[in-house]
């Protein structure tokens, strides 16, 4: 897992991507008011002889040093992609397998994915946070609930994902 999993993380919550269709955005009337709780918690990556953090509440998505806000609006609604307001407010929505997040200013482009998936390694059960962006929802890595684990499995793959 490279170093740059959190870069991509961040960059995508903040408006970047490359796809300019959003189909989770047709599910509901509605972004989400709240992360499910499945998603909740921190998860921890390690690269490059370093710990990496994700902690997620019922509203708050915290990466390292940087906090964005859930906050809802009709999916009908746009944000401006050349507005300075609200740079620290996303928006999520979610399917069966993947929750979705965006920026609120964003007007198009793929988003962060993330994908709260069990894993049997080495005969043992594990919770992981498959985090992926990108227009094909390509997995950039696994956040694990603990630390151990996320040195442990830090350049884990699993057969039945699509890596970049």
Known sequence: MKRSIWLLVLLAALGGGLNTTQ?????????????????????????????????????????????????????????????KRHQHWIIATAGKKWLWTYGWNQGAGAGSYYSERH??????????????????????????RSKSAAKRFANKRFGDENYR
Request: hydrophobic share 30%.
């Open 119 to 144: 894993h049997r390694i080495h005969g043992k059960s594990y919770d992981t946070l498959q985090m992926a962006s990108g227009a094909g929802a390509w997995v950039d890595g696994y956040g694990y």
């Open 23 to 83: 189909p989770a955005l047709a599910q509901g009337k509605q972004t989400l008011r709240r992360f499910p709780k499945r998603f909740r918690g921190t998860w921890y990556t390690y690269s490059g002889g370093h710990y990496y953090w994700m902690k997620i509440t019922a509203t708050k998505m915290r990466v390292s040093h940087w906090t964005y806000n859930l906050h809802a609006r009709p999916i009908t609604a746009g944000g401006d992609p050349r507005s």
